[in-house]
């Protein structure tokens, strides 16, 4: 069971030094990240002086495990803008289409024709009172606008409130709705991956800061963490369309992936050959997938295992 909020604020503060950070550290409640497991319990507490090193982990990972530790969840970093518009952009002018304009395209490009006028109004009719004169009248009663004046400017007059003349039965209390005017979690909104990938941004560094985070949870045997990581990169791969220029991005995942992940993790590993098993046709016109692969070694053996599965 995680603990209080008031548990966590009321207990000690440590001091985490990071890696590549300041060597002035981050300052985090205690209770916040010994909730997380007991291992990661046990090594806080044999911290007397209250410093924990942390030298293989980065900034960023760091702060996004924190963020973690405190609402259990964390934001996904954006991707690099633009980093294959050129690539792309070169590679597109070698395939130029011809333009072919639509039919719809053509009835869309016609000019509408101009509303017509609209009528005149009727002129008010006469009405004789036998009186010795007429009057008229219109067919549209405008209501007229309550006004008062103020040091002779016109000031229009609200409304006053009919709540004190109205009858309320007792059932419709319930319906009262106070619509909230910010979400109760100020990071909802980052911590999703993107729905819509774009293929001129890099997500390498993206897909990367999962691994990171897999990694801290893999070695306190923090579960939930671990989960949560891979499931933000399965969303992310799934929505991401491989083409031989952006494929850089595989490369560098798997690179990372398979450099800093113990044999003894197999789950995020398949992940990443099922992958890239799935997208062998793309990938293998891309230079550092193919450079990646003249290395040799597990990410080899394991890729070209489930290669063998979809072709035979």
């Known amino acids: 069971m995680p603990a209080s909020f008031p548990e966590i604020i009321n207990s000690r503060i440590l001091t985490f030094v990071i890696g590549d950070a300041d060597k002035e550290g981050f300052r985090v409640h205690e209770g916040a990240v010994a909730q997380l497991s007991p291992a990661l319990k046990q090594e806080l507490y044999d911290s007397q002086d209250g410093i924990i090193t942390w030298e293989r982990v980065s900034r960023r990972a760091f702060e996004q495990f924190i963020q973690f530790a405190y609402t259990g969840d964390y934001s996904v970093p954006a991707p690099e803008k633009d980093v294959y518009h050129e690539r792309r952009e070169e590679a597109n002018s070698k395939h130029v289409q011809p333009e072919v304009v639509t039919a719809a395209q053509t009835l869309q490009q016609e000019p509408e024709p101009e509303p017509e006028p609209e009528p005149e109004p009727e002129p008010e009719s006469a009405i004789d009172h036998g009186w010795g004169f007429a009057t008229t009248t219109s067919k549209k009663y405008k209501k007229k606008k309550r006004v008062m004046y ?20 007792a059932k419709d209390f319930k319906t009262i709705n106070y619509s909230l005017l910010a979400p109760r979690n100020n990071y909802e909104s980052t911590c999703d991956p993107d729905d819509a990938i774009n293929l001129n941004d890099s997500y390498s560094e993206v897909m990367c800061s999962h691994v990171a985070l897999f990694h801290i949870g893999s070695q306190y045997q923090i579960d939930i963490l671990k989960t949560l990581t891979l499931h933000k990169l399965h969303t992310t791969l799934c ?22 992940t113990s044999d003894k993790e197999e789950a995020l590993k398949d992940l990443v050959c099922q992958f890239m098993a799935s997208n062998t046709r793309v990938l293998s016109a891309n230079a550092k997938f193919l450079e990646l692969l003249e290395d040799g070694g597990a990410l080899v053996r394991d890729y070209f295992s489930y290669v063998a599965q979809r072709v035979w």
């Open 150 to 169: 103020v040091d002779g400017e016109e000031v229009p007059l609200v409304a006053t409130s009919t709540i004190a003349n109205t009858k309320f039965a």
């Open 239 to 260: 929505r991401f369309k491989v083409d031989c220029i952006n494929a850089d991005d595989i490369a560098c995942l798997a690179k990372y992936v398979y450099a800093h």
